[in-house]
């Protein structure tokens, strides 16, 4: 039988997962969301036609995963409003909010819970999200599989041995559907400036980097090898690969990405454990 999962907050990242789960067969009737409005809930049943509900402890009570998928400054109270419900009933529960610590959320749920905390991300929606796990002692190996079965429906999972590497995982592939977002806004406007209508240029921008994505996953060749294929000696390619490195394109994506992973740590001082 599938695992019936409640997912606590019924957002953009939770209805991500959902879409995915249901894409690769999870029968809708088996997946709850809560919200405490009705106006997030109704399109979701009307999507997917998942059980939904406003009562938060009422919605885990038969669940044997919980994903709590709201935004981190609410987590607190989510967390305090389910703990008896929690640790009466003992399911897997999977944080999937940025910086909050195991620590953090196992003091607002009572401690000593399965908890596995989890950074996807929202391509998970159509079955290519990326997500990095971690598991606190008290998850089982059972459970574990649990987890990446959950995740390996809409994407790939990536365990990681140490919490604080969920961070990085954060600024790599948590954040990052957004740094190709910015890149498709700004090929579009170049190539509107270069002369193409708006509609061809994004268009071309986007399933060009769906064909380099899918290029880099399927071949054996690194992406510098794939980049040199693509670049003539003396020809096009090469003039617009050495404007990106003079003008510091590596040293931009690094900075904004420590940028991220340290918004992530600050989050968790902010918003963790008082
Ligand atoms: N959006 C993204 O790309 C990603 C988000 N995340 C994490 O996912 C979490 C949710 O983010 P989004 O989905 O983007 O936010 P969102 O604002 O789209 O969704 C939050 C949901 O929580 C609900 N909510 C608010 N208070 C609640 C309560 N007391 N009980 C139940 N539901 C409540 C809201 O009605 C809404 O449905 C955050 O912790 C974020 O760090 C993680 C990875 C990627
Ligand atoms: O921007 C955020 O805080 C969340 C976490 C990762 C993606 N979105």
């Known amino acids: ?12 990242m939770a209805s991500a997962i959902i879409g995915g789960m249901i894409d690769n067969g999870h029968p809708a009737t088996a997946i709850t969301a809560t919200s405490p409005s009705d106006a997030f809930l109704a399109p979701l049943h009307e999507r997917f036609g998942i059980r939904t509900n406003t009562d938060n402890a009422a919605a885990v009570r038969d669940a044997d995963v919980v994903v709590l998928a709201v935004k981190p400054q609410v987590m607190r109270d989510v967390c305090e409003g ?69 995740l390996e429906a809409v994407g790939i999972v990536e365990w990681v041995e140490e919490e604080n590497l969920l961070d990085a995982v954060t600024a790599v592939s948590g ?10 806004e700004a090929m579009e406007e170049a190539g509107v400036k270069l002369g193409l209508p708006a509609e061809t240029a994004r268009r071309l921008a986007i399933q060009t980097a769906l064909g380099a994505a899918r290029m880099a996953q ?48 600050e989050m968790a001082e902010e918003l963790g454990q008082r």
């Not at 039988?1 to 953009?12: C, K, L, Y």
């Not at 954040?175 to 498709?184: E, G, I, N, V």
């Open 1 to 12: 039988m599938a695992s019936r999962v409640t997912f606590i907050g019924a957002g953009n």
């Open 82 to 150: 389910l703990r008896d419900t929690l640790q009466r009933q003992r399911p897997l529960v999977i944080s999937v909010a940025a910086g909050l610590t195991a620590e953090s959320l196992q003091a607002w749920l009572g401690g000593g819970l399965p908890l596995v905390r989890c950074m996807p991300n929202t391509p998970s929606l159509v079955g290519a999200g990326a997500a990095g796990l971690y598991a606190t002692p008290e998850v089982s190996a059972e459970q574990r599989t649990l987890a990446s079965e959950l």
């Open 175 to 184: 954040s990052a559907p957004a740094y190709f977002f910015l890149m498709f």
């Open 218 to 265: 399927q071949s054996d060749l690194t992406p510098d090898r794939l980049k040199r294929n693509v670049m003539s000696p003396g020809g096009t390619t090469e003039r617009a690969i050495e404007h990106l490195e003079q003008a510091g394109l590596r040293g931009i994506l690094a900075d904004a990405m420590e940028a991220c992973a340290a918004r992530a740590r």
